[in-house]
């Protein structure tokens, strides 16, 4: 049985690489991994503007104006934020600036309007100010040449509007990993049917198509094999046009066995079967055809860790993303917890901040048939394989969900 | 001025209930707000089943069995996930089950394999069990009846998992808000255009057409009004067809005059224009025919502030969102931060978690142009407007974007 920490490795050893990368509509950019490192091929702003409403004069003009000491100075023009800009300040003339107005040629600082007084084309200015006062620099927030955005972030609104201000209309990002997400047992049925003694309907396929979608993937609905090795080989096979395929089974133990052995039948490459965990102790994965197959267990909550522990990094590695790993935090601990030494548990927890630091619960009953358990999560509480009891009031390691 | 709390009390009270639920389909719902509380209407699971793979028996048949005292019983039958489950056990019977296949009617207990032998028919038992060993029961995971996800939260892949494991295939949650984006100043210039002095990109339509999506609403491009009274007036009215309107200005100061007469011509009740703030303090706030407007500042950044600190706050009111609240914590932070008594500041910062507990630092100059602060940043430090100085190494709030 191999641990989590080497499963995880044998896991990202079998992503070699990415997909490859194309082109995309700004408007379609926000949840992307960008695939380029993005230098500005402009100064932003693009040029020297005025950061009040005032006048765009020559400060040494104005040298000596004070509120007992007005200076007179020709009104040359008006400059406004996208208005004619034809106007030039010379020697006893300004220019009435708005802000955001690009500085005239020959201005060298603003004086706020507070301290002028206008009439009849003339304006007294009553304040002298330094060179370069209440001027903004083209440039000051990204310099002609600069790194922007670096490839392997995760594109939001801050870097859409960058990338619009730059006058980007489109970037370079990962292709998303399309995963066959194929459901196994013949206790499945459809979500429509009724209920029967003995029949469980088909959660996984949805939960699993959620998570895909929530971790950057194109999800690939490759319906219910049942258990024969007929029908698990056709959908197995028709799943090879994915990227990823993640299997998930029913309850049985020997429904395992049939998914491997066809798998192997296939050319799958074996890496691991049973990891050291729980939930999800059951987890088989391999390449096929240089692609990820995960067998992950069939039960609803150890479906959708194994989905966590296992799927999502490696999605996240196929998409070249540096920023997609959860947020690990420490928090105080509200109840005893009690494990098994050689299993490393994933508890489905709330977390909350509370008095200056986090604090931790479990959402009660944690079986692995327990869905209910997952869905008050918004973390999850990781003990070490090497302890056994964790202590209400203890610290905790916490990952957080979405 | 108001204070940020008065705008946001003003921004909410304006926000008059919700806009009103319609039926989505399972695969459609992830990331909206559900709009009815559900209940089970079954048992989850729906049977009895054995947790182990093994003999399904009557426990009082096999009372004194051991690894010495072998107890015989007649194999009725098996029972497999999906399988046929006729058979029942009566007395001196047992029939083989797998895990997760119900409990055949008669038996009241499950023997793991490993403590049986099996051959022609009969199966010898080497261990006694407790009535109801090794048997899951039916409701387990959530009874008949039980409210299982509230109105008000956001469906992630857990909820969804569950709402098909319960059979439902559609859920009712609220309309998303239609929110017109509409920006505005003779400056602007489309992203694919050459720029020139005095002109500045459209960014703001972009980042606030991602900071839409992110939120939970329908952003509708309302292109860009010039700064005429005519053009506002004709773009602002085209705008009253959807359910909140977001204007952005340019960085004069009289186009904001503009806005407000103009909108105020158009029947808008104004509840505040400017907001004890930085970035953003210029922030006009109104309704119009109900409908919330809100006429943020032109600044990259402070559009983006005003954003997130009003207009997403109203959007989720009116989707009747519980859970929208952006997460709230302390950290230490790494700088001393210089700020102004009277204004609230939002300061762009980067905030991680080391050795416990949470620190943060600034991204750099926060001029309310730099939307490069807001690229850097992953978060906001709050400084309150009763203050003036941060000390490195004091606590500070800080809230998570995204």
């Known amino acids: 049985m191999i641990s989590v920490d080497g499963a995880l490795k044998a ?5 070699k690489g ?3 990368t194309e082109d995309v509509h700004i408007l379609d950019l926000p949840g992307r991994v960008l695939a380029e490192d993005i230098y500005s091929r402009c100064d932003i702003p693009s040029f020297d503007y005025s950061a009040m409403d005032g006048y765009a004069v020559r400060s040494s003009d104005i040298k000596g104006a004070s509120g007992d000491n007005g200076i007179r100075l020709e009104v040359a023009g008006e400059f406004r934020a996208g208005g004619d800009i034809s106007a030039k300040v010379s020697e006893g003339r300004a220019v009435r600036i708005m802000t955001g107005a690009p500085i005239p040629q020959g201005a060298d600082a603003v004086v706020m309007v507070e301290n002028t007084k206008a009439a009849g084309g003339i304006v007294e200015v009553f ?4 060179r370069g006062e209440n001027i903004r620099l083209a440039g000051e927030d990204i310099r002609n040449g600069d790194l922007v955005l670096g490839n392997g972030i995760i594109l939001n609104s801050a870097h859409i509007g960058i990338l619009a201000s730059m006058g980007l209309s489109s970037a370079r990002v990962s292709k998303m990993p399309r995963v066959a997400i194929l459901a196994t047992g013949d206790e499945v049925i459809a979500i429509e049917d009724e209920i029967n003694p003995g029949k469980v309907r088909n959660s996984n396929a949805y939960s699993l198509y959620v998570q895909v979608k929530e971790s950057g993937g194109i999800p690939v609905n490759k319906g219910v094999a049942r258990d024969s090795r007929e029908s698990l080989r056709d959908a197995l096979k028709s799943c090879l046009d994915c990227d990823i395929i993640v299997a998930s089974g029913g309850v049985s133990m020997g429904e395992y066995d049939y998914v491997k052995d066809v798998m192997k039948e296939l050319g799958m490459d074996e890496k691991f079967w049973k990891v050291a965990m729980r939930p999800g102790k059951p987890n088989l994965f391999g390449t096929i055809a240089g692609k990820p197959f995960f067998g992950l267990p069939g039960n609803p909550v150890s ?3 194994g989905f966590e ?3 999502r990094p490696a999605m996240m590695k196929m998409t070249g993303c540096r920023v997609g790993e959860r947020k690990e935090v420490e928090a105080l601990l509200e109840e005893d917890i009690k494990t098994k030494k050689g299993l490393r548990f994933f ?6 901040w509370n008095n200056g630091g986090y604090v931790t619960k479990t959402t009660g009953p944690q079986g692995s048939g327990m869905l209910s358990s997952m869905v008050k999560a918004n973390s999850l509480i990781i003990v070490h394989e090497d302890i ?3 202590k209400k009031g203890s610290k905790v390691k916490v990952r957080f969900l979405g």
């Open 127 to 130: 304040e002298e100010v330094e």
């Open 11 to 15: 896991v990202l050893g079998a992503v």
């Open 388 to 390: 056994d009891t964790v």
């Open 303 to 305: 479906t959708m860790i």
């Open 18 to 20: 990415t997909l490859g």
């Open 347 to 352: 508890i489905r927890a709330r977390t909350r």
């Open 309 to 311: 522990v296992f799927v």
